[in-house]
């Protein structure tokens, strides 16, 4: 019997873990440690955000569906991984640091012979002084996050309906933050929930981002065809923030936020001080923060882990010029090299670069968005390092799944407000996610590759947001439902 | 169409968004139209279901 131990619940690690109980449960155990108690359905966190859906509906405890799919559940945090095992005993294992609240802060071990990293992000809200819910801003990226920004933006609302203007912004809290596709949807899901409580004349309402361009999403925008033409997602977007009335700042690095106020660079150098009234920020992300030690004892973090805290895996991290790098540079099987027994998928994976234009301001600010691996993809790659494992407590030899981002598709359902006949979304596909201009003329294929706006945005979202929570609680058939 | 308060983005470098397509109001009353949308939404959700079985394998 062997053991395998996934590493975090999120999409990618939650989905891991039911499908290698499915596949190989009745032999062999399956171990989920996580320092959170519950699963959060993410994407629908932009909805707690503006009030419009209790936090409750986008959340679930872990511990029951584990009991019930016989899946061991320790709530604890991952501290360090030690791949060779220790000098009196050769099996490798984790530290971990209980966060229960019957158990916090009890250092712990859990032995593994197959590792799943999905750490996801640490949100590092300490990367731009006075960003985060403990300094002037919100955020949405936990439902705590946005139930407090809901509370925030009511009592903005409630301002306004008294007659005193507000200025409210949402977008990116550094110039190397990715998930511009949230701050997306909560712009415009800010600006529906304030025109339905007719109070839209007196909001400024202003998209702050370290996108270079509109429509960018940290993944270098997209060609779309579209009524017989090959149109852009810069245009495209452009075009719902003109329609909206929704004010943009583009090439963006959040420097230092302040009570009522953001001081921020952009790509020509320039620095300015924006006063807002409600902001939400959110924050760039970093590796959990794991560390690695050899069997002796020797610190090897840096062999495991790129300096950001995210896993090294199977990509190319040879430091290329950004013009210089392809698309098989991207990880496949997401194995770490020289630790054949650990993959690290979702959030947790080193990505190789930039596939949106990194730039530097005169003054050498970085501002370069960071790939995005969250939801579709995360679940992917979550699958495939479960099926590789599989396989490979069956032969030893098997070849391992291929999930690259440079292959698979993704899309993108980005809310502008909720209302089952009042509501729309930006819904986008694209195929691959990382562009491959050896394979096609614009990066993608452009079949596949679209942009719609709509209510029926609306209802795909709506739908995505049941099939999912319904398949993460494991519930009949769930296997049927896709990554 | 817009509703930003001049004085609160003064000195602001906001995004000079006059050149963007604007959607004409039939455009925007097929966005919203239920019969329309609903042909939409079938076909985006297979559209979504054929670029996972063309694209989730690597």
């Known amino acids: 019997m062997s053991d395998v131990v996934v590493l975090g619940a999120g999409v990618s690690g939650h989905t891991a873990a039911l499908h290698l109980k499915r596949l190989i449960g009745k032999d062999h155990t399956v171990t989920v440690v ?88 640490k949100l590092r809200f300490e990367a731009t002084e006075g960003m985060g819910p403990d300094g002037h801003t919100q955020s949405v990226c936990t439902a705590d996050h946005a139930t407090h920004a809901a509370a925030a933006l009511e009592a903005s609302i409630a301002r306004m309906k008294a007659g005193e203007p507000q200025t409210l912004v949402v977008g990116m809290g550094h110039g190397t933050c990715t998930c511009e596709g949230a701050a997306f949807e909560y712009v415009f899901n800010v600006d529906h929930t304030i025109r339905q409580a007719g109070v839209r004349d007196l909001a400024t309402v202003i998209y702050l981002t370290n996108e270079a361009a509109l429509g960018d999403f940290g993944v270098g925008g997209m060609i779309f065809r579209q009524e017989g033409f090959e149109t852009t997602s810069e ?86 010029p950004y013009d210089e790098w392809r698309a098989t540079d991207w990880p496949a099987t997401y194995e770490v090299p020289g630790y054949p027994s650990i993959f690290a998928v979702g959030i947790a994976f080193a990505p190789p670069h930039q596939i949106s234009k990194p730039r530097k ?123 | 169409m817009t509703n930003q308060n001049p004085t609160a983005l003064a000195a602001q470098p906001v995004l000079d968004l006059s050149g963007a397509p604007l959607p004409t109001p039939r455009t925007l009353r097929m966005r919203q139209c239920l019969p329309f949308q609903f042909t939409r939404f079938v076909t985006f959700s297979l559209r979504i279901l054929r670029m996972v079985l063309k694209g989730h394998s690597g």
């Not at chain 1, 739908?463 to 296997?479: N, Q």
């Open chain 1, 361 to 483: 301001t005169p003054n050498g600010t970085l501002i370069a968005p960071a790939p995005p691996r969250t939801g579709m993809p995360s679940g992917v790659m979550g699958k495939a390092a479960a099926l590789t494992i599989a396989h490979r407590l069956k032969d030893p030899s098997a070849p391992a799944e291929h999930a690259s981002m440079a292959r698979m598709g993704a899309a993108c359902v980005a809310s502008a407000g909720t209302g089952l006949t009042t509501g729309s979304a930006a819904a986008m596909t694209m195929l691959p996610v990382v562009p491959d201009y050896d394979r096609y003329p614009t990066g993608r294929d452009t079949g596949e590759t679209r942009g719609e706006l709509g209510l029926h945005g609306h209802w795909v979202k709506l739908m995505l947001h049941h099939l999912f929570i319904y398949k993460a609680k494991a519930k009949l058939g769930w296997p049927l439902i896709p990554e």
């Open chain 1, 235 to 320: 245009l495209w977007t452009e075009s719902l923030f003109r329609e909206r009335g929704v004010a943009a700042i583009v090439g963006a690095h959040v420097e230092k936020v302040e009570a009522g106020l953001i001081h921020y660079e952009t790509l020509d150098g320039t620095k300015h001080t924006l006063a807002f009234d409600f902001a939400m920020l959110i924050p760039p992300f970093g590796g959990a923060g794991l560390k690695a030690y050899a069997r002796d004892g020797q610190d090897i973090t840096d062999r495991l882990f790129a300096p950001s805290g995210f896993m090294k895996v199977d990509a190319d991290y040879t430091g290329k």
């Open chain 1, 34 to 121: 996580s320092p959170n108690s519950h699963w959060n359905w993410i994407p629908s966190n932009i909805w707690v955000g503006t009030g419009d859906m209790p936090a409750s509906k986008v959340i679930f405890p872990l511990a029951e569906v584990y009991e019930r799919k016989k899946i061991r559940f320790t709530q604890a945090k991952a501290v360090a991984i030690h791949p060779e095992g220790s000098v009196t005993d050769p099996r490798p294992y984790v530290d971990i640091e209980h966060t229960s609240p019957a158990r916090a802060g009890e250092p712990g071990t859990v032995h593994y012979d197959f590792l799943i990293n999905a750490t996801g992000p």
